[in-house]
């Protein structure tokens, strides 16, 4: 088995040979796993190995810098029973603290997007879509009385020629 850091871009000077299957002859004596988490500095894969150690895991290779491949003998498993937590799992508690940032980085851009929106869709408010009957002119009508007509003034007095006789 080889242990290659496939990280691109760096030389790999630690790709080393791990040493043949002790006191086995094949693989179903083994038991492999691979963990997932944020794995992207020496520090972090170290402490990995660290805590891996605990259930008896060494490392085998590192897949890319979330995913590192575990692998231990099968005899090994029996001392699981006296060790606390779970030997078999895939999530690690050192990748988890570093993958927290970038979340935590991709939810607030998320929210501040959705608040951008709410507030753009806000701010243009249009008429109602609701269609709305047009207004229909309302005639009012009206009828005015004639005005009452003035008291007409008899004529002045014309004078009056008495007869004539003959």
Same mark, same amino acid.
């Given at each position: ?20 299957? !002790? ?5 179903? $004596? ?14 972090? +894969? ?18 890319? $810098? ?13 001392? $699981? ?12 508690? &050192? ?5 927290? %940032? ?9 929210? %501040? %997007?959705?608040?951008? %929106?709410?507030?753009?869709? +806000?701010?243009?408010?249009?008429? !109602? ?8 002119? +309302?005639? &009012?009508?009206?009828?005015?009385? !004639? ?7 008899? !004529? ?11």
């Amino acid at each position: 088995m080889i242990f290659v850091n496939r990280k691109p871009g760096v030389a790999q000077p630690h790709a080393e040979e791990w040493p043949e299957l !002790p006191g086995t002859a094949t693989l179903e $004596d083994w038991q492999f796993k691979v963990v997932r988490g944020w794995f992207g500095s020496r520090t972090a +894969i170290q402490a990995l190995q660290d805590e891996q150690a605990e259930y008896g895991w060494r490392l085998v290779e590192v897949l890319d $810098d979330n995913r590192v491949r575990f692998g231990r003998p099968a005899a090994v498993a029996a001392k $699981d029973v006296a060790r606390t937590g779970n030997p078999f799992s895939t999530r690690s508690r &050192v990748g988890r603290r570093a993958a927290f %940032l970038p979340l935590v980085f991709l939810g607030t851009l998320a929210a %501040l %997007l959705a608040f951008g %929106l709410l507030i753009v869709s +806000i701010s243009r408010v249009e008429e !109602p879509a609701v269609a709305t009957p047009a207004p229909t002119p +309302i005639t &009012v009508e009206t009828r005015l009385d !004639p005005l009452p007509t003035p008291p007409v003034m008899p !004529p002045p007095p014309t004078t009056v020629e008495p007869p004539r006789t003959p």
